[in-house]
């Protein structure tokens, strides 16, 4: 059997940012862990994802969107390779996004940008100039899956994996 390798990319972003739907778009059979809230439901655990691409075994996870849920996004992002920060950019930046970035820039954790909803209502791409350092920005609809898959991709290139499932920085 041939050497495979693995990336664990983690997806983080404020509530109805689209995280879930990203990666429901990713892999039609990904796992998600919700509950109902006021205006459909909400993820309260984690998603889940995989795809395999040129022997590589992606596995994507999906935080929580809400602040209080600190302590399940740590538990999830220990070990991961990168991360997506997953932007709704039909309203302005806010704090709990920028805490995000931080947090990601702060662990040194190779990440990339997607700008998701660019074409709600309201939404200004332009805004988010300049927010996130030299990370990388994508504009992306999570509901589109070559745009999503081209954007994952992309940014899986720039992470080396390894057989043992770490990358090389």
């Known amino acids: 059997m041939a050497d495979e390798s693995k990336l664990k990319i983690v997806v983080f972003g404020a509530f109805g940012a689209g995280k879930s739907t990203l990666i429901k778009t990713l892999d039609p059979e990904s796992k998600h862990i919700e509950?109902?809230?006021?205006?459909?439901?909400?993820?309260?655990?984690?998603?889940?994802?995989?795809?395999?691409?040129?022997?590589?075994?992606?596995?994507?996870?999906?935080?929580?969107?809400?602040?209080?849920?600190?302590?399940?996004?740590?538990?999830?992002?220990?070990?991961?390779?990168?991360?997506?920060?997953?932007?709704?950019?039909?309203?302005?930046?806010?704090?709990?996004?920028?805490?995000?970035?931080?947090?990601?820039?702060?662990?040194?954790?190779?990440?990339v940008v997607f700008l998701n909803k660019c074409d709600g209502e309201g939404a200004d791409p332009a805004a988010f100039t300049g927010q996130f350092g030299s990370s990388t920005i994508q504009k992306v609809s999570a509901k589109d899956k070559w745009q999503c898959m081209d954007a994952l991709l992309q940014f899986a290139g720039t992470l080396v994996p390894r057989p043992n499932g770490r990358i090389h920085h």
């Not at 740590?74 to 997506?84: N, Q, S, V």
């Open 35 to 111: 509950a109902n809230c006021a205006g459909g439901t909400t993820t309260v655990a984690l998603d889940f994802g995989r795809i395999l691409h040129n022997g590589c075994h992606i596995h994507v996870y999906g935080t929580p969107g809400q602040e209080r849920f600190e302590f399940a996004r740590e538990i999830i992002a220990k070990g991961m390779d990168g991360a997506i920060l997953l932007v709704d950019v039909t309203s302005p930046p806010d704090e709990f996004t920028c805490h995000l970035s931080g947090s990601l820039q702060s662990a040194k954790v190779p990440f």
